[in-house]
C-alpha cells in the first residue's frame, strides 16, 4: 500500500495566519484528495487535488481559503488561510493507488487556531 | 446520492467481550466498495478492509471479521475477544465504481475497551 506523510504532523497557530500542510506519497497514485475532521466529528471533503490544474473544491470550501496545489503524481499541499479557531481540526490528505479502488490516508496534521 | 449509516456513536465493552459494529448504507449503483477504516487517539486513519459488491464472501482477518449482505445493505464489523488496544473511532465509507470517485463516510463508532 502507499505511504503517505503529512508535514507538521501538529501546529499550533496564531489566528490570521496561514499554514501549509504537506502531503508526500511514495508511489504515484491516481487520485489525491484534501478532509478534514472536527473535533469529534467524521469526515469532510474539502476538494480533490489535480495535477497540473485548479483542485475540484467541494461545497463550502473556496479557493481563497484552502489553495491547494499538486505540481506531480506523488506530492500536494493544502493552505488554510487566514485561519480562526473554527479551523481547529485535522486535516488529512488521502490518495488512490494507481492500482485503484482502494483510499489510504495519511497521519493527519492536527490544527490548534489560538 | 450514497449514504453510509453507523447508528451506534459510542459502544463500551469489557476485554474480551465480542463486540459488532454496525454498518447500513445505500446506493443505487451496482458496483461499488466498502470500506473500514480505524482511527486511533494519535488521529491517523488506518485501512483495515475492502471489499466490492460482487463479492459476498465473510472474510476474517485474526481477532476481526467482516460479514457483507447486499439483501439487508450492510456491512458489520466483528471484533472477537476485544482488547484495550482496539478503542478506537471505527469508520465505515462506501465508494461506487467510476463517477467521482469521492467515497462517502459514516459518522463513525467509538469503541472503547476497559480492561
Known amino acids: 500500500s502507499a505511504v503517505i506523510s503529512q508535514k507538521p504532523s501538529r501546529d499550533i497557530c496564531q489566528r490570521g495566519t496561514s499554514l501549509t500542510i504537506q502531503c508526500q506519497v511514495d508511489?504515484?497514485?491516481?487520485?489525491m484528495f484534501w478532509y478534514r475532521q472536527q473535533p469529534g466529528q467524521s469526515l469532510t471533503l474539502i476538494a480533490t487535488?489535480?495535477?497540473?490544474?485548479?483542485?475540484?473544491?467541494e461545497s463550502g470550501f473556496v479557493i481563497d481559503k484552502f489553495p491547494i496545489s499538486r505540481p506531480n503524481l506523488t506530492f500536494s499541499t493544502l493552505t488554510v488561510s487566514n485561519m480562526s479557531p473554527e479551523d481547529s481540526s485535522i486535516y488529512l490528505c488521502?490518495?488512490?493507488?494507481?492500482?485503484?479502488?482502494?483510499?489510504?490516508f495519511g497521519e493527519g496534521s492536527w490544527l490548534t487556531v489560538v | 446520492a450514497q449514504k453510509v449509516t453507523q447508528a451506534q456513536t459510542e459502544i463500551s465493552v469489557v476485554e474480551k467481550e465480542d463486540v459488532t459494529l454496525d454498518c447500513v448504507y445505500e446506493?443505487?449503483?451496482?458496483?461499488?466498495?466498502l470500506f473500514w477504516y480505524k482511527q486511533p487517539p494519535s488521529g491517523e486513519l488506518v485501512f483495515l478492509i475492502r471489499r466490492n459488491s460482487f463479492d459476498e464472501q465473510n472474510e476474517i482477518s485474526g481477532r476481526y471479521s467482516w460479514n457483507f449482505q447486499k439483501s439487508t445493505s450492510s456491512f458489520n464489523f466483528t471484533i472477537t475477544a476485544s482488547q484495550v488496544v482496539d478503542s478506537a473511532v471505527y469508520f465505515c465509507?462506501?465508494?461506487?465504481?467510476?463517477?467521482?470517485?469521492?467515497?462517502?463516510f459514516g459518522r463513525g463508532t467509538s469503541l472503547i475497551v476497559h480492561p
Open positions: 446506493t443505487r449503483d451496482t458496483t461499488y466498495y
Open positions: 488521502s490518495v488512490e493507488e494507481l492500482a485503484g479502488n482502494t483510499i489510504y
Open positions: 487535488a489535480n495535477q497540473g490544474s485548479e483542485a475540484t473544491y
Open positions: 508511489s504515484q497514485v491516481t487520485m
Open positions: 465509507a462506501l465508494r461506487i465504481s467510476g463517477g467521482s470517485y469521492i467515497p462517502t
